[in-house]
Every structure is written in structure tokens, then in C-alpha cells.
């Protein structure tokens, strides 16, 4: 059972991915705005540039790791 709830967490698909990606930049972009409101001025546009950049370096990884996942997965299928 715990399996199956397990399953429900791993992303298997790019279109997945996609989703994730966009949940953390609309998080991202909403924490930088209040940056903006709390931090007027140059630093605020770097926190928010921040806040927007890890969106961009997750979303990379992401992709890797899913892209690593799947080559390991094609490559124990083939050698079986």
C-alpha cells in the first residue's frame, strides 16, 4: 500500500516535470513580488532575480535527473 502512495510522488513524465516547474515559479515569482514590496529598489530586483534563477537551476535538474532515470531504465531493460 505504501508502495502504491509512493508511486503517486515520482515524476515519470517531461509533461510532469512541467507541471512541477511551473508550481515552483508561480512560488518563486510570488515570493519575489513580496521582495519587491519589502525590499524596494536594487536589492529587491536581485532577490527576485534570485528568486527567479533557482526556478531555472531546478528545473534543469529535473530534467537530468528524468533524463538519467530513463536512460538507466532503457539500459537494464536492454541487458535483460
Do not use: N, W
Request: net charge positive; with cysteine; hydrophobic share 55%.
Amino acid at each position: 500500500m505504501l508502495k502504491k502512495i509512493g508511486r503517486l510522488f515520482v515524476i515519470k513524465t517531461r509533461f510532469e516535470a512541467c507541471l512541477i516547474i511551473y508550481a515552483l515559479a508561480v512560488g518563486a515569482m510570488a515570493r519575489g513580488h513580496a521582495y519587491l514590496d519589502q525590499f524596494p529598489g536594487f536589492g529587491g530586483h536581485l532577490l527576485m532575480a534570485a528568486c527567479s534563477g533557482s526556478v531555472f537551476l531546478a528545473g534543469a535538474k529535473i530534467f537530468d535527473c528524468l533524463r538519467y532515470e530513463q536512460a538507466a531504465k532503457a539500459a537494464a531493460e536492454a541487458k535483460a
